[in-house]
């Protein structure tokens, strides 16, 4: 398939900040814009008032548009963190697919939209040499705060083409689970939990830190369950993706 893609610049960025021992850009971060109409997501990320932005928007139809250089800081992540860093804006490159959201009248993907953004996941990974474990959504990176792209992104067929990981097999737990197992797992993975190190009260209200995140994970590896509750299938599921960053990891 022949990309589309039209320059359409936003204002809204600035210069990468150095992240010590990574390369400048490690990630990939998948958004949804979370407005009912595409034209008013790429006005609104273009618009210097709201100090929002993305590197990418992908229309309903599969149009992509240019807002930010790759080279540059995009400001779509906010507060964050993910595996010990802060600014995923400085490592990565921010996608945001058009797509009304969960507040809006949240519905599939069109296939025309997901092919779009595997064509264009692949280019930029392989531009960066980004890793399949490196690709996020912005729910595993603001738990809580953020829940796009959402339960219906399709991330298992993105998998299939290398973008981001999804678990092959199951792994064998004992038949109950084990919330300080996973929460240890969910770290290790990357994910902000109340026992990661130095984590700050400005990423997670540690009130409902631990549904939070387990939702987040929910959304992305187990999408017909989004509960935040730890039963023994989301226990499971989340023993074996921790297998997987640990050997995408080395
Ligand atoms: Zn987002």
Redo the contacts with the bound molecule.
């Keep these: 398939m022949a990309l589309s893609i039209i320059p359409h610049p936003s204002p809204n960025f600035g210069p990468r900040k150095p992240v010590a021992g990574k390369p400048r850009v490690s990630h990939l ?1 998948m ?2 814009t ?1 407005m009912t109409s595409c034209e008013q997501a790429v006005q609104r990320l273009s618009d210097p008032k709201h100090e929002v932005s993305a590197h990418y928007v992908i229309d309903e139809d599969g149009t992509v548009y240019n807002l930010v250089d790759e080279r540059m800081r995009a400001w ?2 906010g507060v964050c963190f993910w595996h010990g860093l802060r600014d995923l804006n400085s490592t990565s490159v921010g996608i ?1 697919i058009c797509n009304p959201g969960h507040e809006y009248g949240y519905r599939a993907f069109p296939s025309a939209q997901i092919d779009a953004v595997i064509e264009l996941a692949g280019t930029i990974m392989d531009r960066h040499s980004i890793a399949p474990c490196d690709v996020l959504g ?1 729910s595993d990176i ?1 738990p809580g705060r ?1 829940t ?2 959402g339960e219906l992104f399709p991330w298992q067929q993105l998998s299939e083409h290398g973008i981001g990981l999804w678990p092959e097999d199951t792994v064998t737990l004992p038949g109950h689970a084990d919330m300080t197992g996973a929460l240890r797992r969910l770290s290790e993975i990357g994910y902000a939990v109340p026992m990661t190190p130095e984590l700050g009260s400005d990423i997670l209200n540690p009130a409902s830190a631990v549904t939070d995140v387990i939702a987040a994970f929910q959304g992305r590896y187990r999408q017909a369950q989004v509960d935040g509750g730890l039963d023994n299938e989301t226990a499971t599921r989340i023993a074996a993706v921790a297998v997987q960053f640990a050997e995408a990891r080395g």
């Design positions: 971060v958004h949804y979370g779509h992540a945001e912005h603001a953020k796009d792209p």
